[in-house]
């Protein structure tokens, strides 16, 4: 009975996610998540409810988010029980998470932040960043990658009127390797 009732939670799960949207399902997960937000993932982790974040987070593809350590099984008490630690995870506003990236127990990534794909953040990431690798650190402010973006990447204004998507793509590379022949 137990595996008929774990089937139909996981269908009815995967069926809320897609009439819903991956921002409803993440709330009705217990994750904490203010507006505007892209979220590109369905699983949450054991402790959702330790999650939160603010307007405008871009979560994509493969993040995790990691709200305890399960090595601590390995540290017994003197009843043979084992230790327990949890930590929330707090993201705040305007932050872009990319492909891959593992976020740890207890860290705070701050406002304006990018964290670069494949990164595993694992200590707090102040406002105004850009942090990569792993473990993550900071590489540059955020005032500087925007700047760079600015002078090397097309804007969607310069697309505007094209409808057609492999002609958006093909038309940005044009408009980058042109920018960045001017630098």
Not at 115 to 137: E, F, H, L, Y
Not at 154 to 171: C, H, K, M, N
Request: with cysteine; glycine share 8%.
């Amino acid at each position: 009975m137990s595996f008929i009732r774990a089937v139909f939670n996981a269908v009815f799960d995967l069926a809320y996610f897609f009439a819903k949207g991956s921002v409803a399902y993440a709330r009705k997960k217990g994750v904490t998540i203010g507006n505007n937000c892209r979220i590109y993932i369905r699983s949450w982790g054991s402790e959702p409810f330790l999650v939160s974040m603010g307007d405008d987070v871009t979560v994509t593809s493969g993040v995790k988010f990691i709200t305890h350590d399960g090595s601590t099984c390995l540290v017994k008490d003197e009843h043979g029980k084992r230790y327990q630690r949890f930590a929330p995870i707090q993201v705040g506003s305007h932050v872009f998470i990319g492909v891959n990236t593992i976020v740890m127990p207890g860290v705070t990534i701050g406002s304006n932040v990018v964290i670069g794909a494949g990164s595993v953040v694992t200590k707090d990431i102040p406002d105004n960043s850009v942090a990569i690798g792993v473990p993550a650190k900071v590489v540059s402010s955020f005032a500087d990658y925007q700047a760079k973006i600015k002078a090397t990447c097309a804007s969607d204004s310069e697309l505007a009127g094209i409808t057609d998507y492999a002609e958006r793509v093909q038309r940005a590379i044009e408009l980058q390797a042109q920018k960045q022949s001017h630098h």
